[in-house]
C-alpha cells in the first residue's frame, strides 16, 4: 500500500545549547513569572470547555461502520491538525458525547 508524503515538518530542540534570549526577552519572562496568576491576561486564550468527552480517545470502540458524513470545514481541519488517526479521534468525541447523554437524558 503506498504511503502519503507528510506535510509535516519536525523541529527539535538541543536542550544543551538552548538559543540566546535578549535583555528585552529576558526581562519580559522576569517580569511575567514575578506576575501574580490573577494579574495574566487569559483573554486571548482558546477557551477549553469543561466537557466529559475531552479524554474521549481514552476509550476506542472496537466496530466501526463506514459512512459518508459531511462536517463544517473548520471542524475536520481540526481534527486534521491534531495528527494521524484524526477520524478515530472524531468517532471517539461523538461516542463520549452519546454516552453524556445516555447518562443525564433530558
Known amino acids: 500500500m503506498p504511503t502519503k508524503e507528510s506535510n509535516t515538518i519536525k523541529r527539535t530542540l538541543d536542550l ?3 538559543p540566546r534570549l535578549s535583555a528585552t526577552q529576558k526581562a519580559r519572562l522576569a517580569a511575567v513569572a ?10 486571548d486564550a482558546p477557551s477549553l470547555p469543561q466537557a466529559t468527552w475531552m479524554k474521549a480517545a481514552d476509550r476506542l470502540p472496537q466496530s466501526k461502520q463506514q459512512i459518508t458524513l459531511r462536517l463544517d470545514a ?12 484524526y477520524q478515530t479521534r472524531i468517532n471517539a468525541v461523538l461516542r463520549s458525547y452519546v454516552e453524556a447523554h445516555k447518562a443525564h437524558p433530558k
Request: aromatic share 12%.
Open 16 to 18: 544543551d545549547k538552548l
Open 34 to 43: 514575578a506576575m501574580p496568576d490573577a494579574q495574566i491576561d487569559y483573554s
Open 74 to 85: 473548520e471542524v475536520l481541519e481540526f481534527f486534521k491538525g491534531t495528527g494521524q488517526r
